[in-house]
């Protein structure tokens, strides 16, 4: 079961809800493996606290993992006290490591 | 065995008259040609690149005519023909006014929830 | 067993238009700096990235000249990974897409790169352990 790594580059006040949408979807389906959606560059902006952060909160509801590229973070000034918990900020290393495991990589 | 890779194509008519082509399907057919087994889905706007009659002739920059417009319905259907299974996005065809009969014959329509079964049967999937 | 991975990469943007094209080279120096095997091929203005003719410039909106302003030119990017997979033992192949350069005019690309086309892409693809296409918007 390789499991799928989205990352996704554009913030979702430029509508991304198809890539979200499709996360949801390969999470459901479960039997290809773990979904983890990767925020980096304005993909980050709404890890912030804010309405477009429901989005995210209802994505890690339906099991996908989110992880938001620290760098990205840090260029934005989102702190890590205004993210909301269901985001998680790490290195961009965790991609690289996830591209490493096989999972099956799309770049939205 | 060669892996089995799908293009979703998403980014539509971006450079496509300086180009005289998609560059996504253009590289898929230069794939395809070199032994891939590749497959495309079009999503979003690129659903409108089966729509059959798409005319992009008749520009020019002073004297300079352009000879070659993209023909980019011909191109999806050469794809086809080259046996590039098509499919594109039920919803985002309706969405923009599309119906069956606007489109050319060979991209088969999926919907929205059969993309996780689609993608499933892939090796690898590059989202354009 | 040994951990070492064989990773493909494209890239697409031009030069200094889109943040895709930093996370890509961050992407690409990670993967190098643990030891990975990389394959990059550059589609359409990506090409432009490894450009021999790039220039530096000075900055008088930030009262910078050229020294103080050290104006990042991808190209010296570029040679830096090169150098970077000779340092680490790791292969590095920049491949251009021949035909893009040709439309583009960015024949002189610094050392280290490779004319190609998308078969060598595909090849890539059949022989890498895992690729990631990052498309332009």
């Not at chain 1, 996360?23 to 389906?29: D, G, N, V």
């Not at chain 1, 959606?37 to 989110?66: H, M, T, W």
């Not at chain 3, 040709?102 to 693809?125: C, I, N, Y």
Request: glycine share 8%; net charge negative.
């Amino acid at each position: 079961m390789r499991g799928y790594l989205l990352i996704e580059s554009r913030d979702s006040f430029e509508g991304t809800s198809h890539f979200f949408d499709l996360a949801r979807s390969l999470a459901h389906e479960a039997k290809e493996g773990p979904v983890t959606l990767f925020l980096v560059e304005n993909g980050v902006l709404p890890a912030r606290r804010c309405y477009a952060s429901e989005q995210l909160a209802a994505l890690a509801k339906d099991g996908v993992e989110i992880l938001a590229d620290e760098f990205s973070l840090r260029e934005r000034a989102i702190g890590r006290e205004r993210l909301i918990p269901e985001v998680k900020a790490v290195a961009l290393d965790a991609a690289l490591d996830l591209l490493v495991e096989g999972r099956k990589a799309l770049w939205h | 065995m060669p892996k089995k890779i799908l293009h979703i194509v998403e980014s539509a008519y971006r450079a496509t008259i300086e180009e005289q082509d998609d560059t996504v399907l253009w590289f898929t057919h230069a794939m395809k040609g070199a032994g891939a087994d590749v497959s495309v889905l079009l999503r979003g706007n690129a659903v409108n690149y089966a729509v059959e009659g798409q005319d992009a002739s008749g520009l020019s920059f002073g004297a300079r005519k352009q000879t070659q417009p993209p023909r980019l319905d011909a191109d999806v259907a050469k794809l086809a023909s080259k046996g590039v299974e098509v499919f594109y996005i039920a919803e985002d065809a309706q969405a923009r006014g599309l119906q069956a009969t606007d489109l050319i014959g060979g991209p088969k329509s999926l919907a929205k929830n059969e993309l996780p079964g689609l993608l499933a049967r892939f090796d690898l999937v590059f989202h354009w | 067993m040994s951990t070492k991975k064989h990773l493909a990469f494209l890239l697409m943007d031009a030069p200094y238009e889109q943040a895709r094209t930093t996370t890509g080279l961050r992407l690409i120096d990670l993967a190098l700096k643990k030891g990975h095997d990389v394959t990059v091929f550059c589609y359409e203005g990506a090409v432009a990235l490894a450009f021999a003719k790039q220039a530096p410039h000075a900055n008088a909106v930030h009262g910078r000249d050229v020294e103080q302003e050290d104006h990042p030119n991808p190209k010296d990017w570029i040679a830096a990974l090169v150098k970077l997979a000779a340092e680490k033992g790791s292969k590095l192949t920049w491949i251009q897409c021949g035909l893009c350069v040709d439309e583009r005019g960015v024949g002189e690309a610094v050392q280290g790169t490779v004319r190609g086309s998308p078969a060598d892409f595909l090849k890539a693809v059949e022989t890498a352990d895992n690729t990631l296409v990052i498309p332009t918007q």
